[in-house]
């Protein structure tokens, strides 16, 4: 069990929260609740701010008041009724014995009789013999106590299991949201174009947390170099790309190629630009479009999708060797076309 610190809090994340809250005020509340997202959206914030909330004593309507002592131990990770089951390890799944001493602690009276909280933030951690035991909670509950269940997709969970449990799906701003959120957030006076911050926020899948850390690191500007480099390595030598992908972000890179080429093909299409991804590379998509034939971009996006997953799937393969025939296979569609 690990212990979160203070979270912050995420725009996006109201709605959630004030419908759920609104279930515990009118007492249609679940025993159970899954929380379904993408990573970076703030779910564990979420989670966080509806645990304070029903251990507070000092409530205000929807929102916990912060100074009673519930609100304090857990702001200081010592709740001694919340708890917060995951395995260290990634690749290791959480035994039954865990899940079997926590079934022991809840059944014993809870901190000013407020009931307990389980908060599983990985759901993909359990295996059959522990999900079977949180479901033999789940068909006979317990008075106040509440299961907070976390997944990036509902199949990480038995059927049964989510059968009986409220689930919710987390999904990401929309992007006027997103957008504000991501300026006001800028830190050191940075001031961004919209549309660098839009086409951020769209290559992040709308998640206006992991477009924040894009805008604000160095990779942000070899984005740019690795685009002059795509363009000036079709018109001359593809393998000039394999400087530039071999690194610790090639699979980040690869993504980038792969939507560039999208963005190409919509181009080809005349379909209108606020529909692409890179709002801020306009100039390069038109000159790749110049050069490749939207056929041919078809053919060269499937091949990167292929090795792509290679990449994926195989850790231990030579990423080097994978990028030189992901190249050489590029290079032969695109020559395939420039010559015919």
């Not at 979160?4 to 515990?24: A, D, E, R």
């Not at 701003?173 to 911050?197: H, R, Y």
């Not at 792969?258 to 093909?265: A, G, K, N, S």
């Amino acid at each position: 069990m690990k212990k979160y610190p203070i979270l912050p809090w995420y725009p996006w994340l109201n709605f959630f929260y004030k419908k759920i809250i609104y279930q515990f005020l009118n007492k249609k509340t679940y025993k159970a609740y899954i929380f379904c997202s993408l990573n970076g959206l703030g779910t564990t914030s979420l989670i966080y701010a509806l645990t304070k909330w029903i251990f507070c004593t000092n409530k205000k309507n929807l929102y916990s008041c912060s100074k009673c002592q519930n609100c304090i131990l857990i702001k200081k990770n010592i709740h001694p009724d919340l708890y917060i089951i995951k395995n260290n390890k990634e690749k290791n799944s959480i035994s039954i014995e865990l899940i079997r001493n926590i079934i022991n602690l809840i059944y014993k009276s809870s901190y000013k009789n407020l009931g307990k909280i389980i908060w599983l933030p990985f759901a993909k951690q359990l295996n059959i013999s522990s999900s079977n035991a949180i479901l033999k909670i789940l068909e006979e509950p317990i008075n106040n106590t509440w299961f907070f269940i976390q997944c990036n997709n509902k199949n990480e969970l038995l059927p049964t299991i989510y059968s009986r449990c409220q689930f919710w799906y987390i999904s990401p701003p929309n992007e006027e949201i997103g957008m504000l959120w991501l300026k006001n957030n800028f830190t050191n006076n940075k001031i961004l174009k919209d549309q660098s911050v839009k086409t951020a926020l769209r290559i992040c899948n709308n998640i206006p947390i992991y477009a924040y850390q894009l805008l604000n690191n160095v990779i942000w500007e070899n984005r740019n170099i690795l685009y002059n480099i795509l363009l000036s390595s079709l018109e001359k030598d593809i393998m000039n790309l394999l400087s530039i992908l071999n690194n610790k972000n090639i699979l980040l890179y690869i993504n980038w190629i792969y939507l560039i080429l999208l963005d190409t093909i919509k181009f080809h299409l005349n379909i209108n630009k606020k529909f692409f991804y890179n709002l801020d590379q306009i100039s390069i998509i038109h000159k790749i479009s110049n050069l490749i034939l939207a056929d041919k971009i078809f053919l060269m996006i499937k091949k990167i999708l292929f090795y792509k997953n290679i990449l994926i799937k195989i850790d231990t393969i030579n990423s080097e060797l994978v990028l030189i025939n992901l190249l050489l296979s590029l290079e032969k569609i695109y020559k395939y076309n420039k010559y015919k």
